[in-house]
């Protein structure tokens, strides 16, 4: 068995990268095929998630559109209820940030609203392979002439006002932490999120050293004795993991992983909900292996976004 200590990494770097190459980096980590990655496998990997239906991939890469027209359009678009959508009026109509799959989702409902017509097409004429059985430029309505779209570049997102960018920035971190802290994680709803996956990581195999990794209890030092109960504890787990591995599957041998487990996981929301979850999740209420990596993590993010 391995120990390690938790971590975490922001994904700033990956925002500068193409979308297929950002959500193939994300989606990989659920079955840990990082080694699959060449330069040419990005397109088919996300084509093939999307065709699976494994949609949450496709919310790891949003898209931020400045929308000019009408007031009309606006309240016909919000008539949408545009709920995994953030808007903002403005004052030439809307400023709208989504995900891949919140455009997709919506115009597979609302494909005869303007604004969202026209949202997609633009989207999907700049990426054809996110929309593949979605959008048919040929079928689709007509773009209107009193709407214009315009994507806005990430530095542009940067550029927005105080309140706007809060609100339309969305920053990934990957952590890597006990499977506590990924319980509590995903309870932050606004935020997306993909995570190693025990189904289908078989642990077992060699790229996984063989063997179970476990993430260091925040609670007990190094040599004290209820350190080493829970030492005793995880050898025995792995042992007992690795004997069911022989005659049964992954997602039926890590019924007996416990809550120690090390487990890779991406959250991924805007600034305005990084304030939010900082603010729960750094206070002495929170839960110390919480803590643990949500205090430096604060600090480094209010370095690199000030507006935090
Ligand atoms: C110290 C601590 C102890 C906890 N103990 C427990 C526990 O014992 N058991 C347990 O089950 N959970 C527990 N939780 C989880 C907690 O109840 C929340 O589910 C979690 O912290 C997510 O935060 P949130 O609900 O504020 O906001 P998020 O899910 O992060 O959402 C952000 C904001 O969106 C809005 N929002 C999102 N969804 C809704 C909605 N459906 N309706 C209305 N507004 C919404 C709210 O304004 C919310 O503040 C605990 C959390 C903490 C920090």
């Known amino acids: 068995m391995r120990i390690v200590d938790p971590s975490f990494e ?17 989606g990989r980590i659920c079955y840990k095929s990082e080694d699959k990655i060449s330069e040419e496998s990005a397109v088919p990997f996300v084509t093939k998630i999307a065709a699976h239906g494994h949609n949450s991939v496709l919310e790891m890469a949003v898209a931020t559109y400045e929308v000019s027209c009408h007031p009309d359009h606006v309240l016909e678009f919000h ?7 953030v808007t903002d009026r403005t004052e030439s109509g809307l400023l709208v940030t989504g995900s891949i799959r919140s455009f997709r989702e919506m115009y597979t409902q609302y494909a005869d609203n303007a604004v969202v ?16 059985g979605i959008y048919n430029a040929d079928e689709a309505t007509a773009k209107s002439d009193d709407i214009k779209v315009q994507k806005l570049s990430l530095v542009q997102v940067e550029d927005l006002p105080f309140e706007l960018l809060a609100r339309h920035r969305f920053v990934g971190v990957k952590f890597i932490v006990n499977r506590a802290v990924t319980h509590e994680l995903v309870r ?8 190693e996956s025990q189904r289908y990581c078989r642990y077992s195999n060699d790229k996984f050293g063989n063997e179970v990794t476990f993430v260091r ?12 109960i829970w030492k005793t504890a995880m050898e025995e787990t792995e042992k007992l993991y690795l004997k069911l591995l022989e005659t049964s599957t992954p997602q039926a041998a890590r019924t007996v992983l416990p809550n120690s487990c090390k487990t890779e996981i991406i959250t991924y929301c805007n600034l305005a909900e990084w304030k939010h979850i900082f603010s729960l999740r750094t206070s002495p209420a929170a839960e110390p292996s919480m803590r643990e990596i949500m205090i430096p993590l604060e600090k ?9």
Not at 10 to 26: G, N, T
Not at 79 to 85: G, H, I, T
Not at 188 to 195: E, K, M, V
Not at 217 to 228: A, R, T
């Open 10 to 26: 922001i994904q700033s770097e990956l925002d500068k990268q193409p979308i297929a190459i950002r959500l193939e980096e994300c």
């Open 79 to 85: 008539a949408c209820q545009p709920k995994f959508f």
């Open 117 to 132: 017509a026209d949202l997609v097409a633009d989207l999907a004429g700049k990426y054809p392979f996110l929309f593949e």
């Open 188 to 195: 932050h709803r606004p935020c997306s999120f993909l995570q």
């Open 217 to 228: 209890p925040v609670f007990y030092e190094e040599g004290s004795k209820e350190f080493q």
């Open 300 to 308: 480094e993010m209010k370095e690199r976004y000030p507006v935090l």
